[in-house]
DNA sequence: GTCTATATTCCGATAGAC
DNA sequence: GTCTATCGGAATATAGAC
């Protein structure tokens, strides 16, 4: 069909853009700009804007979410995966703007539809995998909850990363993903011991 | 000055257009349109749009913390008071979309001197209590970490609520505000306690 | 596959009457 | 304080040559 070069160029260019700036501000001017092409040529690539930022989104979630579920289902032992998988998604979320960004994006501002797929292709895999690892015991909605709770804390770490150096006592040596991993890590195990000592 | 009705019917107005679809994606015609008038009127009472939009959100980010600060500082048992902002934050987070919106918008866009702005006027009075609920022994970083992780975590539920049907096992259901605060409140409570023996 | 050129709509912002 | 009218530019998108 297309060159696979020129699409791919065109998209992870306009994904930087749309992570810094959002969707709507930036035009495909800007991104034909960045690319240093014509706005005319974007429409050969791309049906329109929604279509370009659509395949954006799509590309960067497929792109960067594959290695972290292979590696996931490769290690085995439960422990380890809990804490492989903290590692990582915390090292993903800090350590790659453009998709943290462009996720939150598609979490305040996605349709339903868009949430599903965000859903399916992003959050689906690790969350079977955490919610696989909670207290078998507890009731359903315990363990849905403990789930989330446990995505939610690497989100709201990574979302307020930029405001630790403007917190009372805080600073930007805070911002650490190992840190921030390993301070997260040690907390899940706590609260997985606190629950069995209290059962 | 100006008559305080109807610039504060302007803020509410473009509170609610800039929470649900982004800063550039309003135009001021659309917030006129919205209030009944012409858009030439709204640089009567706003000196261009980037002040529409720094007022606006002050506005709110002002309106909505006053009243759960003070509840705060009304309450004296420690316990209480921790779990009181849980309550509260839970609630203002997930039952004010306006006021959520905004604030993951400031979080993801705003450049330092928003930043900072948003963290003296929103964040900080909750990130000294939370602080200062901390086991005072850990070392500063971890008490740091461990408030951003309190934080956090009602940010990520918040984030994550409309995800929630899209998930293995999720529905609407679950994202009810006072379930979502007694679980939080619950794997602090663990948290602390298991704190208390590990050391 | 990339360009020039352009149609059309929308945008932020101002001047000046009432 | 709100309006009409308008300017200059930027936006999305298309037609058609190379």
Redesign the pocket.
Known sequence: M??AD?RTAILETSARLYADLGYSAV????VASAM??????L???FK???DLVHETVTHVFAEKTEPIAEMLEAESRDADRLDLFVHHFVRLLTGDRVFFRLLVRELVDGDEGRLGDLAHTVLERPFRLVSGLADIRQPEEERFLATVSMIGVILGHALLAPLLPHLPGGHAGFADPTSIANHISAALRHAAASDLETK
Do not use: L, V
Not at 27 to 30: E, F, G, K, V
Not at 36 to 41: D, I, L, Y
């Open positions: 297309h060159p020129t035009s495909m001017r800007d240093g092409m014509t706005p005319a040529n429409y050969h690539h329109n804007k929604d």
